[in-house]
T-cell receptor, first 118, second 113 residues
């Protein structure tokens, strides 16, 4: 079946505007993850969903960042009042089950959304 | 907490050269170890993994051995191709910490014809 898709692929916005990034995981995958990849940095974990609930939001950098997942499928990451330091590639990944006991589970990544805040 | 350290890139090689990308880790429990690869314009995809000490993961000519005594998981390939040019990420999932994977910074590999 189809892999993980993300939209838009690129987003340019002005400082102070709000942006929404969308992720469509692989059908049937319970776990969904958002990461941020800044230039020269590794993947920074943002938030993890198990179904529609988010048991781990520890990586969200500030209260300007929020995410939701509906129907156990599509997820939206929202950044309010964007700042220049929010410029990065935002990656979404899904896995079949996620959570404790799934250490060897493979994550499947989307191509990312490249966000540029001017 | 858990962490993954990779050698800094870019690594530049000629075609058919031998490749090593170093990866070391710190973990509080008994981690599983992964290498992911990101080709230009694409998302990360799993390259190989190992789930316990002395396990060797292999795929597409790449290998990595889980070395608990040196806390390492170095990636190797005997003869690289131009098509191997990509960014390689080392990662772990740990029983002792969050089950959410921890990733290294990535190492860019450039292979010239």
């Amino acid at each position: 079946g189809a892999g993980v898709s993300q939209s838009p692929s690129n987003k340019v916005t002005e400082k102070g505007k709000d942006v929404e990034l969308r992720c469509d995981p692989i059908s049937g995958h319970t776990a969904l993850y958002w990461y941020r990849q800044s230039l020269g940095q590794g993947l920074e974990f943002l938030i993890y969903f198990q179904g529609n609930s988010a048991p781990d939001k520890s990586g969200l950098p500030s209260d300007r960042f929020s995410a939701e997942r509906t129907g156990g499928s599509v997820s939206t990451l929202t950044i309010q009042r964007t700042q220049q330091e929010d410029s990065a590639v935002y990656l979404c990944a899904s896995s079949l089950r996620g959570g404790p006991g799934t250490l060897t589970e493979t994550q499947y990544f989307g191509p990312g959304t490249r966000l540029l805040v001017l | 907490g858990d962490s993954v350290t990779q050698m800094e890139g870019p690594v530049t090689l000629s075609e058919e050269a031998f490749l090593t990308i170093n990866c070391t880790y710190t973990a509080t429990g008994y981690p599983s170890l992964f290498w992911y690869v990101q080709y230009p314009g694409e998302g990360l995809q799993l390259l190989l993994k190992a789930t316990k000490a002395d396990d060797k993961g292999s795929n597409k000519g790449f290998e990595a051995t889980y070395r608990k005594e040196t806390t390492s998981f170095h990636l190797e390939k005997g003869s690289v191709q131009v098509s191997d040019s990509a960014v390689y990420f080392c990662a772990l999932s740990d029983t002792g910490g969050s089950y959410i994977p921890t990733f290294g910074r990535g190492t860019s590999l450039i292979v010239h014809p």
